[in-house]
């Protein structure tokens, strides 16, 4: 087979521009949504010590944010079938920039939760409408280096957003610097909403009830293999949120006595999820996908226990490892429910990513319980035993795609 630089067969010039110009805008699009979503992140230890709070307690900066997401997510991906992608997904990026940037100015703790949480429903009109558009528009055997591309660059704008956070908090303060990824999250709007072409292959349903939505959703949730997608997207995000959530709190203790722009760097390790991200879909367009997830899912165990090490190069490389295992998991399954999803793939995309901000904000936040009762061990074990259920979860995949396979 031909190696060839064109995104499908039959494209032409102006086929492979807008293929490039997906790519970018939505990469952009993926930058901003997530440091926007996670730039708190870091700043854990830090709302804990300013508004004495418990860590489980100052987590809630992020799980509140990712709970309302998850509940916008499934609105928003139905809402989508009717008043189109592009315009949507501009929109909610403008609007969380302007909570960020509210919450960055908030009196009292209260008042940053409530900004924090309308930054989250804010953030809905992203994530599922990102996923339907690649699917509709991108061609099935490329669609997965396309979704991979897209993860990577929500991968880029996690890790950016939490080193840099990390580095304004340090030496200008938390204010100044939620303020600045805030401004940075208009400045990508407005380069997503230039780069991103028109949709081609996009119907808009007008008159739809909520009895529609709820079939959608029904078929979904009866089909022999998306379940399982969703409950993936659930354990797997929420043992990576847990692991960066609560790590701070390990690093600033004994024996490192890590600050916050020390903390930050160690969400470099975003950088090998970059890079897993569209090789796990190029593999998986190749290989299959239940090979790569389960080569994810492996990674990811093992980057979670090498946690348990008591020098922090070793600490540092069991995370790059866990980075790197998440985001080709989730690449892998992401493109892998638009393809299951015969119809109503908004609908299909917002059931997966409910599951997988649920993830992040259920178990991000009942990490905080395995931390204070089990320290750090409580904290791997505890995502040891979840990675497990994705393993297995993804036998069955592979089991049932064989059994349908003529």
């Keep these: 087979m031909s190696l060839s630089p064109r995104p499908f067969p039959s494209a032409d010039a102006a086929d ?17 949504t997530f440091s926007l979503l996670y730039c708190t992140q870091p700043l854990l230890p830090e709302f804990a010590a300013e508004f004495r709070l418990s860590p489980a307690g100052s987590s809630l900066a992020l799980s509140l944010s990712t ?9 928003v991906g139905a ?33 940053l939760l409530a900004a924090r949480a309308l930054e989250g429903l804010a953030l809905g009109g992203v994530p599922a409408v990102a996923m339907a558009y690649l699917a509709e528009e991108t061609p099935s055997r490329r669609l997965g280096l396309a979704m991979g591309l897209y993860v990577a660059g929500t991968a880029f704008g ?21 303020a600045g990824v805030a401004l940075t999250g208009f400045l990508l709007a407005t380069g997503f909403v230039l780069l991103l072409p028109p949709s081609r292959h996009f119907v808009r349903r007008t008159g739809l009830g909520l009895d529609f939505h709820l079939k959608a959703w029904r078929r979904h949730l009866l089909h022999p293999q998306l379940p399982a997608l969703f409950m993936i997207g659930f354990l797997a995000m929420g043992v990576f949120v847990t692991l960066y959530n609560y790590i701070g709190f390990r690093l600033v203790g004994e024996p490192w006595h890590l600050n916050h722009a020390q903390i930050g760097l160690i969400f470099m390790a975003y950088l090998s999820g970059m890079a897993a991200s569209p090789l796990a879909g190029a593999l998986a367009d190749r290989w299959g996908r239940a090979a790569v997830a389960l080569g ?32 080709a998991t989730h690449s892998v399954a992401s493109a892998w429910v638009g393809r299951l999803a015969e119809s109503h793939k908004g609908h299909a995309s917002s059931l997966y990513l409910l599951g997988y901000y649920l993830g992040s904000s259920v178990l991000g936040s009942l990490g905080g319980w395995f931390w204070a009762e089990g320290g750090w061990g409580g904290v791997v074990y505890s995502g040891t035993a979840l990675i497990l259920v994705v393993v297995l979860l993804t036998f069955y995949l592979r089991n049932e795609e064989s059994s349908l396979t003529p």
Aim: net charge positive.
């Design 16 to 32: 492979f521009g807008r293929f490039v110009r997906i790519s970018v805008a939505l990469f952009m699009a993926g930058f901003a």
């Design 67 to 75: 709970a309302c997401l998850a509940f916008a997510i499934l609105c």
């Design 79 to 111: 809402l989508s079938e009717s008043i189109g992608r592009r315009r949507l997904m501009f929109c909610s990026i403008c609007l969380a920039a302007l909570l960020n940037l509210l919450a960055a100015v908030s009196p009292g703790w209260g008042w």
């Design 158 to 178: 996690g890790m950016t957003g939490r080193v840099a956070i990390g580095f304004l908090a340090a030496h200008a303060g938390w204010r100044e610097a939620m």
């Design 296 to 327: 994810g899912s492996v990674v990811m165990l093992a980057g979670m226990l090498l946690t348990l090490s008591s020098t922090l190069p070793r600490i540092i490389c069991g995370i790059t490892l866990l980075t790197a295992g998440f985001f």
